[in-house]
Structure formats: structure tokens, C-alpha cells
């Protein structure tokens, strides 16, 4: 790729390596004026600033040297004197830069090989910010290859105008890919390296079945039917989440296809991974009940808060909903985004009954009552002293077996034992050091105090600089994985509203926001919680709640 002295020799050039790179003209006219300027600037001193023009029609070169202007020279070959310049242009001023035409350079070998090396430099960078241009827009997208080679486990795929690697974890596992095979893979990253574009495939992403489910079903393809979510274990199994905007159309017999053909060809690609096809709902019960197929659900409970459901299996179907080694609940937990506890019939009718007995010794150790009158009192539902203490007294004196009388001095007992816990409880926040400033938030009872003492939250200002997740504890989800951090003041009926209104009461008293901060915030909330569903902005007080306080 020598430069050569002929014009229309060296437009023929430019013309041949754009095409053949699939390149811009003009960058390889520009990389040709880079490496002529290289090579005049060896010929008349590296230090001296030389421009070279390339006309994109006739092909003459034209060399100029700048030369900047200043009251007084110190080197003549990058500056000219101001009156010299004055000479030249009329308007010239110190600091602007004055073009000296240089004659014609005659190229040597090494200049003219130095030329070819910087030409070469610079079409390379141009081809690979091409690629990497055209890629950057194709995440997401699955594409088709032939394999290169294979290094380590990994396999490189010629994707025509660019190399991209399917790493040896991004492979279905125990599929060999020889060179020549043909290929399909998900693109799921492209990152711009010192050696040129990175493509990253995957034929283990979950996107990747998505996406040819969508080649396979028109309806995906035109939107009629949405796949919400994915969850797979690549070569083995895997779940997806559809649903249907169109009431006449069944998502799910319209992914199986004719005789499975459609969900057929998705598992052929996927080395026979089987595929478990769920109807999308937004009710997150009957959405997991679903994605826990085939096993049969005979209960769920749900925690909201902590994204967490207990499911009540019969003792029968634990094996299937559990899935060998765990891989059905793990695929429902990834699909649906929540923690799954699987129980039996059994292990929970056991739960049940050791519940209702922790309650009815609660009631018999703190109301001194016999066995008989703590289960009663369980039986209809009561759960805390607090209730029993501060219900209406005709729910107690209508229980079976109970009185008037009864009734006040179970109330009564209940009452004098709440009394004598408060003492207890707010001589050992004392001991804990927790200030009394602290009593004037709102919301925080004598035992959160506690609490927070235990967490060394001891002032308002230590509460003023806590976060809502210090509190009320937070949920991570990694790698599929739930894991729950308790706060202080988890184990109490706290939601994230209250705790972020008793930091932000916190704040004001600590001088740290002001009244009219606090409105400001208390507004955005007001717009916030309008703007949710109101399943989410409204939290239903649990039995008490209100008695705790």
C-alpha cells in the first residue's frame, strides 16, 4: 500500500482499501494525509507542524508548514515574527498560525514504508469502530455464524463482519462445537477493547429462548403475545411466563404450535432442554401456583413485604414441586421473582397447631389463666395481649364459656401485665442509654426503643442519620437467590412509610431539615403513593396494630 506519486494512483488506492474494508472514502484519504504528514515531518524535522491536503477529486497533494505568531522568535521552523506575519496577512495577531506552502516531497523507502504502516493503522482502527458501531446497536439480537475455531472451551463464531466468543460457561453444557459448524447465538454485550470490538454470545441466556420463541411464533414476532419472563436451567429445563393481549388466542397452545412443532424447534436448538410453558397473571398467587407445574398447590400464603410465599403442597406432590434437586421451585422462584417456601399438608397442619399453642401459653404465663381459657382465647383469634387488653369487652364476654366478669378480669390481668412490661421494657431502654428525646417520634414504642438501643441507635441524631433499609431491614436477589437482611425494628409491624416518617421527624428535630423540608416531602410521598395501584399503597394494618402503639 505504498504511496504513490501518481494522483489518479492514489485516488485508485483510497477507492480499492474502502471498498475492500467496507469503509468511508474519506478515512482513507484522511489516514493517507496522516502518514504524507508523518513523512514530511521526518524530512523537515519532527518538531516542525506540517499539514498535508489530499484533493478528493484530482488527487494532488498539498503540503503547508504552520508557523506561529510571536513577538520574537525562538525557533523559525514553528514560529514567525508578528511584523513578518503582518507582511503575509493584514489581520494576523500573536497566537493565530500562518500556512508556508512546502514544496513536493520526493517519498524514500522507509518513508514511504512508514506511510504504509501508519495507512494501515488507521484503516484498522476505522474497520474495528465500524464494527464496533454496528454491533453496539445489535444487543439482544440473535444471530447466526459459522465457528471459527475453539480456544480453552471457548468457541469463536465468524459472524461475517466480525468475530464474536461464546465463552465455555455461556455454553449449553455437554455441546461440542467442531470447526465449520454452524452456529446460533444471543448477543449479549459488546465492549469496545484495546484489540478491537468484543462480541459476547450466549446460548445459555434466558433472552436467547425468548428470542427463538419469537422466530418460531408469528404471534410473539407481531406482539400479539408477550413473553413476561424466563427462567432456565441451560440443557435441562426451563419455564416461560406468556401472556395473550388478544382474549381469542391461547398464549399458551399458540407456543406449543401444531403437535408441539413450534415449542419442538426450540428445544431442538436447545439440545432437548424441555420447555414448561406458564400463563402469565398478575395476581402473584395464582402466577406461582402456575409456575409451579405439574405439582398441584393446595394453599399459599403470602409476605409482600419480603417478596417471600410459603406454598402448601399435598405430601404426595412435595417431591414434584420440589423438582430433582430442587430445579422446579428454583425455576418458579427465578420466573416469578419471589421466594419460595415449599411445605406439606402435614408440616403445616403441624406449624398450626404449635402456633396456636405458643399462643395459648402466651395467654396462660401472661394473663394467669388455665390451659382451657388460654386455647379459647386462641381459638377466636386472638394473638397478642395487647388485643385481649384493649378489644371491646363484649368480644371477650361472648365466648363460650365466658361471662361479664370473666371478661373484666381477663381485660384487667391483661392490662396489669402490659403495665408491668412497659416498666421493664423502659428501664432497660435506660440501661441501654437510649435518650428520652427519642419518645416525642411518633410511632416508636417502648420495646422499638429497645430495639434500637440493641443497635446502637441511641439519640435522634443517631436516628436522624439512619436509612429507611436500616430499619426495616432490605432484599437482595443475586444469582437467582434471595436473601433477606433484618433491620432494628423488623421483628415490629413497621412499614417503609413510617419508618421513613419517624427519620424524617427525626431530622426536624434534630435541626438537620426544616418544616417547610418536611411538607416538600411529604407532598412528593402524597404524589407517589397516588400514583401506585392501590394494592401497593395501601398496607393493611395486621390484628393490633393499632393497640401497639
Known sequence: MAISANRLELLQIADAVAREKSIDRTIVITAMEDAIQKAARSRYGTETEVRAEINSKTGEIRLQRLLQVVETVDNVSTEIALVEALARNPEATIGDFIAEPLPPLDFGRIAAQSAKQVIVQKVREAERDQQFDEFKDRVGEVVNGVVKRAEYGNVIVDLGRGEGIVRRDELIPREAFRTGDRIRAYIYDVRREQ?????????????????????EVPEIYDGVIEIRSVARDPG??????????????????ACVGMRGSRVQAVVGELQGEKIDIIPWNDEPATFIVNALQPAEVAKVVLDED?????????????????????????????????????????????????????????????????????????????????EVAYVELDEISTIEGFDGDTADEIQARARDYLEEKETKLDQERRDLGVSDDLRSIDGLTTAMLVALGKDDVKSVEDLAGCATDDLVGWTERKDGETKRYEGALSSYEVSRADAESMIMSARLQAGWITEDDLKANETVAEDAEAGASEDDAVEEAPAGAILKG
Open 236 to 253: 435441562s429445563r426451563a419455564k416461560i411466563a406468556v401472556i395473550s393481549n388478544d382474549g381469542s388466542i391461547d398464549p399458551v397452545g
Open 195 to 215: 484489540r478491537g470490538p468484543q462480541i459476547f454470545l450466549s446460548r445459555t441466556h434466558p433472552q436467547f429462548m425468548a428470542k427463538l420463541f419469537a422466530q
Open 306 to 386: 419480603a417478596e417471600r410465599i410459603e406454598v402448601v403442597v399435598p405430601d404426595e406432590q412435595l417431591s414434584l414441586a420440589i423438582g430433582r434437586r430442587g430445579q422446579n421451585v428454583r425455576l418458579a422462584s427465578q420466573l416469578t421473582g419471589w421466594a419460595i417456601d415449599i411445605m406439606t399438608e402435614q408440616e403445616e397442619s403441624e406449624r398450626r397447631q404449635k402456633e396456636f399453642q405458643e399462643r395459648s401459653n402466651l395467654f396462660m404465663d401472661a394473663l394467669n389463666v388455665d390451659e382451657m381459657v388460654g386455647q379459647l382465647l386462641a381459638t377466636e383469634g386472638f394473638t397478642a395481649v395487647e
